[in-house]
């Protein structure tokens, strides 16, 4: 009996879209190696990378897996700690209020 | 420094300006500042130390009391300055005729960009002959095919003050007005560099207008362009633009910022610190990624310049629905 | 093959007098039959008189001549090909976009690439880390671009180099790309061909569709975007009498950083499709018409071939250590298809990925590709060799191709010479040139443009020409007039 392929953890992605949107009056602008992000309050935050390539694929759409899938090759890093990376990174933008659930 | 414009109405439609359309996009209405809040804002001035009083539009000359503004401005000993389109009509130009040399000043918006040559040539000339000294002629650059040289022949036909002001073409934040884009300003600077230089052999000054930036200019040259050198990149900061119904705006590009309603407790240095403060909130914002790293900017020689024309890049939280839906294969 | 012998000093008709023109010494002049007659007689004449001063310049040894590069590769840029695969059908397209296998490069493959060339830029101190996408069209691999960028990004951060990203696209992207691009870009060329009424024609979709509003959505919004926007128009028989009229159009409507034209090479596709290339001498003349929109507008217009800013060993990246990595992990140093290069006898793959998803480079394999530029026989004679260089190695100087001028060499010629007029402030003689067809024809076909040094008497100047190319018809020699 052949095996069965085993589902991709990401099989569900296929219209899948990200559970996050940015927070209303939240602004970014790209720099040349840094995106900053503007609250709307004159508050800013930069981000250098990898969190600034997180922030470009979670604010055009991309789910979480996704996003982790994309990162591991920009960040050199494995699937688990592409995960990591970037599951700190959208929590702390929750916290700071740059973005909400959708 | 604060602008009164008394009237929306114009006999111009440049495609460069930012006072046509409110930032929804729709065309002002025609609009004229009743003489009372003239009053109030000649007020303003008084309580606020400036010595100048700025007219604008739409085309200031329009205004159907256009000789009763002047003579409030010149009774209570304020300079007068007019921005113009040229156009001038002849009850207005016989009043301003009258006006000391020394006393008022019509900045005139000279040669539209590309065009070579303005609208209804004649009417100009007649203006700057009549007015001679009184006429600053300037330009609004929203493209790099601007040709400057006839300025210099018009100042020496028509006796013009020996100046040129030279304005760039911003996006108002909301209007579709034509404007300079920042990746054309290298060859807009190159340009005037070469226009400065043969200013100077006429012996005629240049002034820059606000939104100018050092990077615009080729190695070397800032040193070329002398005392109008001085002003580059440091002056986009609230200009206050009064417009007819009562309410200042820092200024016409930036008019989405929001206003604040004329008042007699209101005086320049609070209405700036209202919309500095708003400004402020939009936060760290410049012209292109370049500008990361810049030199000037670092040395706080920059402000980053014109504020509109930087928050044209700011991103917001549109998402981009097809790529959100694109099948990802592969893991 | 022998490497050709490369000229720094060049005389050409124009009309009845003569370009001098010096391209390592950054020198054209305009002199008349007289004046070229001393130029040849030498020392003793320009020492005085009104051609001393050219004659001291022109007698100076150049300092810059480019030469190949040595040593390590060290490439001036890194060009990705994320996928070949096109959703347009092109009717002059020999890439087979539409129908090539959508095969999109593996990420792994990407960041080998780029990680190799930022340690290149490390290792020979160079600040500028460029990447280049090529396609088909790139951005039917999104992801691919998306990662190479964020990866040069974090790399060029991570050891203070100068990114700068740039690329070709159709223009028939979606707008989440679009802004991607224009956030991300410095630089990009939009294919545009001209008006709906010629773009449609040349440039529909796979499935037949017009693509022109789609474009011109894409090029409103990347003209609003800080990113340089190039456009770029392929002119075929059919369009080059409505070249300065598309220019124009394109300046006024979407405010582009330049308008890059070039002509249609003639293929399978085009010959298919019923298309031609433009008679070279009405190029020359609508090309030269189009170079003064960029002195009304301020926006450049450049016909590539005829780029003189610097003198150039190679048309292209090829043979300047350019690296292009293909879907498929192929390290070459052209981003045509291989099938192209070999059927001109040439391999310009320069290595490769190894095992551990390292690019490695074949040093002989490079060093072969660096000495492509200097045989090019067809242009030992011709006084465009530093400028034009050659134009493509495939498609023009290729191996074994022959001496004669082709058309791309006719226009070329005669265009860089109208530049260079108009450069050394001779616009009015440009203008003349192009309207007269005998002195086209006669500047085009001059046999021998170098002179090897100031007073060679062994190199008459005469007025003659050889070989004639009438117009519409073949190359034939003339009787007299013979190359020393």
């Known amino acids: ?102 | 420094m604060a602008n009164i414009s008394i009237t929306t109405a114009c006999n111009r439609d440049c495609a460069f300006c930012f006072a046509a359309r409110t930032e929804n996009g729709a065309r002002r209405p025609v609009r004229h500042m009743p003489l009372p809040r003239v009053e109030a804002a000649l007020d303003f001035l008084g309580r606020s130390g400036v010595s100048e009083a700025r007219l604008l539009g739409g085309e200031p000359t329009l205004h159907p009391d256009f000789g009763r503004v002047v003579d409030m401005v010149v009774a209570r000993g304020f300079g007068l300055v007019v921005f113009s389109g040229g156009l001038v009509p002849e009850p207005a130009l016989k009043k301003l005729e009258t006006v000391p040399v020394s006393a008022v000043s019509l900045l005139l918006n000279a040669v539209p960009s590309g065009l070579g040559r303005p609208l209804e040539p004649a009417r100009l000339e007649e203006v700057c002959r009549r007015l001679g000294p009184r006429v600053t002629l300037g330009v609004t650059i929203d493209s790099p095919a601007i040709q400057l040289p006839s300025l210099l022949d018009a100042i020496d036909r028509c006796g013009l003050r020996r100046t040129v002001r030279l304005g760039l073409g911003h996006p108002a934040i909301g209007a579709a007005n034509s404007y300079l884009r920042p990746r054309q300003y290298p060859e807009v600077g190159r340009r005037v560099t070469q226009f400065v230089l043969l200013a100077r052999e006429r012996d005629v000054s240049v002034e820059f207008d606000c939104g100018w930036v050092p990077c615009m200019f080729p190695d070397g040259a800032l040193a070329t362009l002398g005392h109008g050198a001085d002003s580059l990149g440091s002056r986009c900061s609230p200009v206050l633009d009064l417009l007819p119904d009562g309410r200042f705006i820092s200024c016409y590009p930036l008019a989405s910022l929001g206003s604040i309603v004329l008042h007699p407790g209101l005086d320049a240095r609070n209405a700036r610190e209202y919309f500095q403060d708003r400004r402020e909130k939009t936060g760290p914002c410049f012209l292109g990624p370049d500008c990361d790293g810049c030199g000037w900017r670092a040395r706080g020689e920059c402000g980053g310049g014109c504020l509109s024309a930087a928050l044209l890049r700011r991103r917001t939280g549109r998402l981009s629905v097809a790529v959100a839906r694109r099948v990802v294969r592969g893991c | 093959m022998h490497r050709m012998t490369r000229h720094g000093v060049f005389l050409v008709p124009v009309l009845d007098r003569w370009l001098a023109f010096a391209p390592l010494h950054g020198v054209a002049a305009v002199v008349n039959a007289a004046a070229a007659r001393d130029l040849r007689r030498g020392a003793a004449v320009l020492s005085n008189g009104a051609l001393a001063d050219l004659g001291r310049v022109l007698r100076r040894v150049p300092s810059n001549a480019p030469c190949p590069p040595d040593g390590e590769a060290c490439p001036p840029l890194l060009g990705i090909i994320p996928t070949r695969g096109c959703n347009l059908a092109c009717a002059y397209c020999d890439f087979g976009g539409s129908s090539s296998a959508h095969t999109t490069m593996a990420p792994s493959t990407a960041v080998a690439a780029v990680d190799w060339m930022a340690q290149r830029m490390r290792d020979a101190g160079r600040r500028n880390y460029r990447v280049h996408f090529f396609g088909g069209e790139p951005f039917l691999a999104p992801e691919i671009v998306a990662i190479v960028v964020h990866r040069v990004r974090l790399l060029a951060d991570r050891h203070g180099l100068a990114p700068y990203v740039d690329g070709s696209t159709s223009g028939v992207i979606d707008a989440g790309v679009c802004e991607f691009i224009g956030d991300y870009f410095s630089g990009i060329a939009v294919s545009l061909d001209g008006p709906p009424e010629i773009h449609n024609r040349l440039r529909p979709r796979s499935g037949g569709q017009p693509t022109f509003d789609h474009v011109n959505r894409t090029v409103a919004r990347l003209s609003e975007m800080p990113v340089e926007l190039c456009l770029r128009a392929c002119i075929t028989e059919d369009s080059v009498e409505e070249l300065e009229h598309v220019v124009r159009w394109m300046i006024d409507t979407y405010r582009p950083s330049a308008v890059n034209i070039e002509t249609l090479t003639p293929g399978v596709a085009s010959r298919r499709a019923g298309l031609k290339a433009p008679d070279p001498y009405r190029f020359a003349a609508r090309c030269v018409s189009a170079y003064k929109v960029a002195d009304d507008t301020g926006v450049p217009v450049v016909y590539s071939a005829a780029e003189r800013e610097r003198a150039r060993l190679s048309f292209c990246p090829v043979g300047t250590d350019a690296v292009i990595v293909s879907p498929d992990g192929r390290v070459s140093a052209c981003y045509l298809r291989p099938e192209d290069w070999r059927s001109r006898g040439l391999d310009l793959d320069v290595g490769g990925i190894d095992t551990e998803g390292t690019v490695v480079i074949d040093r002989g394999a490079l060093g072969r590709v660096r000495e492509l530029p200097l045989l090019k026989p067809r242009c030992a004679r011709c006084f465009c060799q530093w400028t034009c260089a050659g134009g493509c190695h495939i498609n023009e100087t290729y191996p074994g191709c022959a001496v004669d001028y082709t058309p791309f060499c006719v226009q070329t010629r005669i265009v860089t010479a109208c530049l260079l007029l108009r450069d050394a402030g001779c616009g009015e003689v440009a203008d003349a040139l192009v309207s007269d067809q005998r002195a086209m024809e006669r500047l085009a076909c001059h046999w021998w443009d170098p002179f090897d040094s100031i007073g060679d008497e062994n190199v008459p100047v005469t007025g003659e020409a050889s070989p004639v190319w009438p117009r519409g018809g073949e190359p034939r020699r003339a009787q007299s007039g013979s190359p020393p």
């Not at chain 1, 979480?64 to 990162?71: E, Y």
């Not at chain 1, 700690?81 to 740059?98: C, E, L, N, T």
Request: charged fraction near 20%; aromatic fraction near 8%.
């Open chain 1, 1 to 102: 009996m052949a095996a069965r392929r085993r589902a991709s953890p990401c099989a569900e992605r296929e219209s899948a879209v990200s559970p996050y949107r940015v927070a209303p009056g939240v602004h970014w602008v790209v720099g040349r190696t840094a995106l900053t992000i503007l609250d709307g309050n004159g508050a800013a935050k930069t981000l250098g990378y990898p969190e600034a390539a997180v922030w470009d694929f979670v604010t055009r759409g991309y789910s979480l897996c996704d996003v982790s899938r994309l990162i591991a090759p920009v960040a050199s890093l494995d699937p688990p700690a592409a995960r990591q990376v970037v599951q700190a990174a959208v929590d702390g933008w929750i916290a700071s209020g740059f973005l909400e659930r959708a």
